[in-house]
């Protein structure tokens, strides 16, 4: 097993994490810790090559809800989400599950609220400078760019179905600790190359700037949504009031908020569902109205797709008390 950097062993010590064994279900090969019995329950995995990669999972939770803030060197990370709930803060933004999320490490503090009792299970991989310049400069010679705008590419997408299978592949592989370092080395390069290669094919598709005056509207639609998104919303009435063709305004307002005009409004719609199955006791039909939605059932699959929890069970998990 490879000697680690300080870097985890130390957030993990400021953040009462205790190493253990392994459970049942992880990959072979990592070094695991869990939570201190008074904080919170269940595990995170990680394996490392100092100065070079990691792989880490997390499956745990906390009792009661927690604001992270801490600081991590250099880094640039690729991250699948089965479930989690919360808000990061700087910028501030609800956290969504089921999508591939990206972060930059070393420029600025993180910080983000994790609400209590909400599993947190995600898989992802974190890569040093100086191994994701070689990888990438070996693997695209001339068409090689600055990587961080390829990895701010892929944050908070849906549609990166290459990706989500590689990192569940890694999360299943059961070999031996001896082929680990092997396949774990060649899926860690594998993914870079996913982003890379994924970035690239977008930017060669010609993307005419939005003029400012289309921007502004759009943003003031987004604002218009986020106060009616209870309502029955059409396509043909916000086209009217951001003065824009149906066709124009699908395109635009993908192009300006990175999803279609029905995704941005489910999103809002579970955001604000959640608040409600958290801290009132209206039932879950009624939640389902009072967010816009008439069949119970539709609501509770689009819940559990955002949040990875059926509603009833989310605030089950919010407000169990230990």
């Given at each position: ?121 995600s898989i992802g991989i974190e890569y040093r400078p100086d191994f994701f310049h070689e990888v990438l400069k ?26 989500k299978k590689l990192l569940w592949e890694i999360l299943k592989y059961k070999g031996t600790s001896q082929s ?91 955001d604000h569902a959640e608040h409600l199955l958290a801290f009132t006791d209206l039932p879950v039909s009624e ?36």
């Amino acid at each position: 097993m490879n000697k680690k950097k300080d870097d985890y062993k130390e957030l993990f010590q400021k953040t009462n994490f205790i190493p253990c064994a392994s459970p049942e279900g992880f990959p072979p090969g990592g070094d695991c810790y869990t939570f201190a019995p008074n904080l919170g329950e269940g595990y995170y995995w990680y394996y490392e090559i100092p100065g070079k990669y990691n792989i880490k999972i997390h499956d745990f939770s906390f009792y009661e809800d927690q604001v992270l803030d801490f600081e991590l060197p250099e880094c640039l990370s690729v991250t699948w989400y089965e479930s989690i709930s919360g808000e990061e803060l700087n910028p501030y933004r609800s956290m969504s599950c089921n999508v591939i999320k990206s972060f930059l490490g070393g420029y600025e503090p993180y910080r983000a609220l994790i609400h209590r009792n909400i599993p947190i299970r995600s898989i992802g991989i974190e890569y040093r400078p100086d191994f994701f310049h070689e990888v990438l400069k070996s693997s695209f010679g001339d068409i090689y760019e600055d990587p961080k705008s390829a990895f701010r590419s892929i944050d908070e997408t849906a549609d990166f179905p290459e990706m989500k299978k590689l990192l569940w592949e890694i999360l299943k592989y059961k070999g031996t600790s001896q082929s680990a370092a092997l396949y774990y080395d060649g899926k860690v390069r594998e993914a870079l190359a996913l982003v890379f290669e994924r970035h690239r094919k977008l930017n060669e598709k010609e993307k005419a700037s939005l003029p400012s005056k289309d921007e502004e509207m759009l943003k003031s639609l987004g604002l218009y949504i986020n106060d009616h998104y209870a309502d029955r919303i059409s396509i043909e009435s916000l086209s009217k009031i951001a003065c824009m063709g149906t066709t124009k305004l699908k395109s635009t307002f993908k192009l300006y908020y990175g999803m279609t005009v029905a995704e941005y409004i489910q999103k809002v719609r579970i955001d604000h569902a959640e608040h409600l199955l958290a801290f009132t006791d209206l039932p879950v039909s009624e939640v389902a109205k009072a967010v816009g939605y008439i069949s119970p059932g539709h609501f509770a699959e689009l819940f559990r797709s955002a949040k990875g929890l059926l509603p009833l069970a989310y605030r089950k998990a919010f407000r169990r008390k230990f």
